[in-house]
């Protein structure tokens, strides 16, 4: 068992990082597990959850635990012992829930400055069906408005427009650095900063390969 969160605000790179993680401890039976994307998915299929989710986050609004009702916790279960979560959980009651049923081993605190994070979202396109997102700077798509894999056309989400992301920050601030404070007191937690996803990728799969790979042992005469 080995769960890792990487915990941030919206646009400080959580999926591009938790993508290279998996594919790097992959062999070691990792999966990946966003809560954003479990819920696009209803709201993309138009379920009666999926439009209850989107009223709050057309309002930079996270869903409610009451309307969640542990669906979130029952999908992260099904991603195995070994994940990599992005940006679950994200409130004292998830962390509760987490806790009791799927304790964390890493929490890595990624910090960006507010400037940087507005202008990322500013310039983020994302393909709906499988919540793959591109910044038009940083990591722009092959092709101009086209999913890589499967050229599809890319969309602006509504969240991101610039008053709605504002806001995402504000609800992130209040909330999320609850949880950070809770792990930095079980000295589960690091913080790095977020500008460059390289580098925080680096300095991750360094502490998991500490944690998950056994040292070799030295032959002794």
């Excluded at 070994?82 to 940006?87: E, F, I």
């Excluded at 499967?150 to 650095?177: I, M």
Aim: a positive charge.
């Amino acid at each position: 068992m080995y769960r890792v969160l990487l915990s941030g605000a919206a646009g400080s790179g959580k999926g591009t990082i938790a993508r290279m993680l998996v594919r790097e401890f992959e062999p070691l039976g990792f999966n990946y597990f966003a809560a954003g994307d479990f819920i696009r998915d209803h709201i993309a299929r138009g379920t009666e959850f999926g439009l209850r989710a989107q009223s709050f986050l057309n309002k930079g609004e996270h869903v409610p635990d009451s309307i969640l009702n542990g669906a979130i916790l029952a999908e992260m279960l099904k991603a195995g012992p070994r994940v990599v979560l992005d940006g679950y959980p994200r409130n004292m009651s998830q962390l509760k829930m987490v806790e009791e049923q799927a304790p964390l081993n890493l929490i890595v605190e990624l910090k960006v400055p507010r400037k940087v994070l507005i202008d990322r979202l500013s310039k983020q396109l994302v393909h709906p069906a499988s919540g793959r997102a591109y910044n038009l700077e940083v990591n722009p798509p092959k092709e101009e408005g086209k999913d890589d894999f499967t050229g599809e056309p890319l969309f602006k989400r509504s969240t991101d427009q610039l008053e709605v992301a504002r806001r995402r920050l504000e609800v992130y601030d209040k909330t999320e650095n609850k949880v950070l404070d809770y792990y930095k007191k079980q000295n589960k937690c690091i913080t790095l900063s977020g500008e460059s996803s390289k580098a925080v990728f680096e300095s991750v799969a360094e502490v998991m390969r500490r944690d998950l790979i056994p040292a070799p042992r030295t032959a002794y005469a």
